[in-house]
């Protein structure tokens, strides 16, 4: 069964990182690119990122270039994504993605159960 | 303000059919075919409903279609149910320097 599994809740401090995993089950991890998507509460879904499996290398949204960090750990069929600087309003549900692609985002097929984060001084 | 613009709502009794419109504001986004369509149930995950403008992902019921035209994608669902009674988003890759764009949302009612 196809799924992606992500860590759990965080509460941080303004100034903090934090990083969620995504561990994939189920399909060939490789062969497959990730994004990485947030939603603030009552507000729609924000692209933060993918893993592009095509070339192993990430792309970031500009509002995020110098913030954001993905990786992947291939042995471990994980993906994540570090977020510094949180500020309140980096609270959000944050979200992994599988595409049904590896090199251009041509869909989200298969979501994580969301990651809560939040920012609370 | 994003650069893909739907509808705050629309509306539908069921068995009728409804469309939901998603303009682009950018000519790196008229010019790809990468749209996507996502069915967001409260409190649960998106999920994919429709991608590259008209593919539907196994599972999904074939009530829903999509289209596009010009700078506008599509999104119909016919024979409205109860069960669709949810907020829809699209989606499209751009050439831009967010590789990735979302429209901000719609809720659909079901009367």
Redesign the interface.
């Known amino acids: 069964q196809v799924q992606l599994v992500q860590s759990g809740t965080e509460v941080k401090k303004p100034g903090a990182s934090v990083k969620v995993s995504c561990k994939a089950y189920g399909y060939t991890f490789n062969n497959y690119a990730m994004h990485w998507v947030r939603q603030a509460p009552g507000q729609g879904l924000e692209w933060l990122g993918w893993f592009n499996a095509g070339n192993g290398y990430p792309i970031y949204s500009e509002k995020f270039q110098g913030r954001l960090t993905i990786t992947r750990d291939t042995s471990a069929s994980t993906d994540y994504m570090e977020l510094n600087g949180l500020r309140s309003e980096d609270t959000a549900v944050y979200y992994c993605a599988k595409d049904t692609g590896y090199s251009t985002p041509v869909g989200m097929n298969v979501w994580g159960q969301g990651t809560t984060v939040t920012v609370f001084s | 303000q994003?650069a893909l613009t739907q509808p705050a709502s629309v509306s539908g009794s069921p068995g009728q059919s409804i469309t939901i419109s998603c303009t682009a504001h950018s000519s790196g986004i008229g010019g790809y075919n990468?749209i996507?369509w996502?069915q967001?149930l409260p409190g649960k995950?998106?999920?994919?409903m429709?991608?590259?403008i008209s593919n539907r992902?196994s599972g999904v019921s074939n009530r829903f279609s999509g289209s596009k035209s010009a700078n506008t994608a599509s999104l119909t669902i016919s024979g409205l149910q109860a069960e669709d009674e949810a907020?829809y988003?699209c989606?499209s890759?751009t050439t831009g320097?967010?590789?990735?764009?979302?429209?901000?949302?719609t809720k659909l009612t079901v009367l």
């Open positions: 994003s990468y996507s996502y967001q995950a998106p999920k994919l429709i991608y590259d992902p907020h988003y989606a890759y320097r967010i590789l990735v764009v979302f429209g901000g949302g």
